[in-house]
């Protein structure tokens, strides 16, 4: 019997679940690959939204004692700032990393495992490690910071906000501004030039360490190559130039409670521990620089017969006669071979000059040495062409020497890294101080490298500013007679170091800027210095403005050498005179002792003679911009007139713990006090001593 089959009694129509499955699966993988997609997207948008929206603008990066650093994403800038954020002390722009269009997040660290570390790396820019140095028994924190291009067209560059903070410190310029945040510099190497001839460039006395009136100092790391720019009123810059050598950008930031605190702090960085007095001496008589446009040694011989009678007659008492450098080889009679030693011998004898050896005079010295002279060619005949910079030439390296100007004619510089060069040069000093018994050697000419000049690539004895500091050791080498021009790193040697030129007008190029240069000086720990001639040298032309002159006199009267280029008989107003002799003789009877009792503190502590109104209100920000005014050590304000026409002035009195009394009137006046409209005549200097209330 055949079998019969079950009939199906529903409407649905028969289907198998393996059907099913593959029916959903056709009309659902649509969907779940969409849902899948939507839910990748969301993930994104929330991950973009914590980066941008939700996460904090700013990371803490290292914590100290009372400070921390701060990364600001959205600025690509860090900040230094006490912990409970009510202070910034500085702010800085990391112009290495990021670009307006991306931000940087910035919050891994990689040194992790140290609290007083960060590292970081930015892929195909730089790396970075940030360490903090807290000191025991210290009141600053410092932040070592440093840089390094991951490859060799990374520039690094880093910027320091000016905004509510003003700057000090750096290097002289043309025209100086105290502080520096209305300066204009364009990005250059950082090193010491002579404004005469580059009065765009950095001036004669520098060193890298900027001073900021929130409490903080920058001090760069001396041996790295380093550019600096300053934009007026925004920001100061440092900057490694991108090359093979990958070269870091490396600072260190310390912070504090106030300006002087952290300078104090930061000197004993800046210097060495152990600082050496020049010779006092230097103070006590001003510099007469002889007017003497001669051919001859006879004829200067003279002109200092001349001179030395008028100061006499004019009882403007002793005094040193300045010789400048050519005046110097004509009185000497250099015009001869007075190279000796093994390989040279002395052609011929010149004769004593005992009326110069009676005179207190200086001589003008340089490392140049003209190509016209028979000295030059002697020495490239008898092979010691090592004594000058020179490269090495053609196929047996024979020594060429590097041709420079000085002084408009064509020269060659003393190889300062070659010993017997340095012997021969003592040598010749020491023959001249048995011919002329001069007081002083004022040695001049280290600024310049005639390598960079040339585009050539220097020794790397001499790279930067390397040739400034052998010169101070050459000049420490002469004795404590020797002053120097330039100074950079050398403020503990014993010298004095003479300022720029300063044009004969009432500019920042000229009368107003001799306040802010002493202050700028002593701030860097150049306190001895010899400021440049009442009226202004950069000009050879004698000063007529009779103003111009006694207020330029007030002011020098009270710093530390006077120097006069016009003599002040070359006025036909006897009062120019008669205040010439005035301020000669406070000079060496009020500031000399003065300086001689802040020039002890300083030996021990580092404190600065010339002092800023700051140091005695360093919370004060009235005492911050004041460029007029300056402290002799803590007891002494002087206010001088600084502008043409003028019988009175504003003086701000700082610090209202103490009163002030003039010692003109011996009226007393309490700290903290603006004086408006102060009486200030032709000869007057107001100056204030400081009395505990």
């Known amino acids: 019997m055949p079998h019969a089959r079950t009939r199906n009694p529903s409407p649905i129509p028969e289907v198998t679940w393996d059907t099913g499955l593959k029916e959903m699966n056709e009309t659902w993988k649509g969907a779940i690959a969409c849902l899948g997609v939507a839910v990748f997207f969301v993930m994104t948008i929330g991950i973009i939204y914590w980066q941008v929206v939700d996460q904090p603008n700013k990371n803490w990066i290292l914590k100290g004692g009372f400070s921390g650093l701060i990364w600001e994403r959205r600025a690509n800038s860090l900040l230094i700032q006490t912990l409970s954020e009510d202070k910034t002390f500085v702010e800085i722009d990391v112009g290495n990393v990021g670009t307006p269009d991306m931000e940087v997040p910035f919050v891994r660290n990689l040194c992790w495992l140290n609290k007083t570390e960060f590292c970081y790396t930015w892929d195909s820019v730089a790396e970075v490690k940030i360490s903090l140095e807290i000191a025991d028994e210290s009141e600053t924190e410092c932040y070592s910071m440093t840089w390094t291009p991951v490859h060799c067209h990374v520039e690094l560059k880093d910027c320091f906000s000016m905004v509510n903070v003003s700057w000090y410190g750096g290097a002289s310029v043309h025209a100086p501004s105290w502080p520096i945040n209305d300066v204009d510099v364009s990005m250059q190497s950082f090193r010491v030039s002579d404004l005469r001839d580059n009065p765009s460039g950095f001036g004669s006395v520098l ?19 380093l550019h600096v720019g300053v934009q007026s009123r925004q920001q100061f810059c440092l900057q490694t130039a991108p090359g093979m050598e990958r070269m870091p950008l490396q600072y260190t930031v310390c912070v504090g409670q106030n300006i002087k605190t952290v300078h104090q702090e930061a000197v004993q960085q800046l210097s060495v521990p152990f600082r050496e007095l020049p010779n006092m001496n230097v103070l006590r008589l001003p510099f007469w620089k002889l007017p003497a446009n001669v051919d001859s040694g006879v004829k200067v011989e003279r002109e200092l017969r001349t001179f030395s009678n008028r100061l006499k007659r004019h009882h403007l008492g002793e005094g040193v006669i300045s010789l400048d450098e ?41 490392p140049y040495l003209s190509v016209d002279t028979q000295q030059f060619q002697t020495s490239m005949q008898d092979g010691t062409q090592d004594y000058w910079l020179s490269l090495p ?24 890294t070659n010993p017997e060069a340095i012997n021969w040069f003592l040598e010749r000093v020491g023959s001249l101080h048995s011919r002329l018994g001069m007081e002083y050697v004022i040695l001049e000419g280290g600024e310049g490298n005639p390598f960079k000049e040339q585009a050539l690539r220097p020794p790397a004895a001499l790279t930067g500013d390397e040739y400034v500091g052998l010169l101070a050791g ?23 170091v003479r300022m720029s030129a300063l044009q004969s007008d009432w500019s920042y190029a000229g009368l107003k800027g001799i306040i802010p240069s002493l202050l700028h000086y002593s701030l860097l720990g150049y306190n001895f210095f010899i400021p440049d001639a009442v009226g202004g040298s950069l000009s050879s032309e004698l000063v007529t403005d009779d103003e111009l002159f006694i207020r330029w006199l007030g002011i020098m009267a009270f710093l530390p050498v006077l120097s006069f280029q016009t003599p002040p008989w070359a006025s036909e107003d006897d009062k120019v005179l008669n205040f010439t002799r005035v301020y000669i003789s406070k000079h060496q009877e009020f500031v000399v002792p ?20 700051w140091w005695d209100s360093p919370e004060d920000p009235a005492t911050f911009t004041i460029d007029d005014e300056f402290l002799i050590g803590d007891e002494v304000l002087v206010a001088p007139v600084t502008e043409k026409g003028v019988l009175q002035r504003d003086i701000y009195l700082p610090n209202s713990d103490f009163q002030w009394q003039d010692t003109n009137n011996a009226k007393v006046f309490d700290g903290g006090t603006l004086l408006q409209s102060y009486p200030a005549g032709l000869g007057d200097v107001p100056v204030f001593i400081r009395k505990t209330s």
């Open 207 to 225: 060193e890298r360490y900027f001073l900021g009136s929130s409490g903080v100092a920058v001090l760069v790391a001396p041996h790295i190559p």
């Open 326 to 366: 050519h005046s110097t080889s004509l009185l000497s009679n250099m015009d001869h071979d007075y190279l000796n030693g093994r390989r040279r011998t002395l052609k011929r004898q010149t004769r004593d000059l005992p009326f110069v050896k009676l005179l207190n005079i200086s001589v003008t010295l340089s």
């Open 393 to 416: 030439s053609g196929p047996q390296a024979r020594l060429v020497p590097l041709l420079t100007l000085w002084r408009g004619k064509y020269c060659v510089k003393l190889n300062i």
């Open 474 to 496: 050459l000049a420490e080498k002469i004795g404590d007679n020797a002053i120097v021009s330039a100074g950079t790193r050398s403020s503990h040697k014993p010298l004095f």
């Open 594 to 613: 003065l300086i001689e009792k802040y020039a002890e503190e300083w030996q021990v502590s580092g404190n600065p003679i010339y002092r800023p109104l």
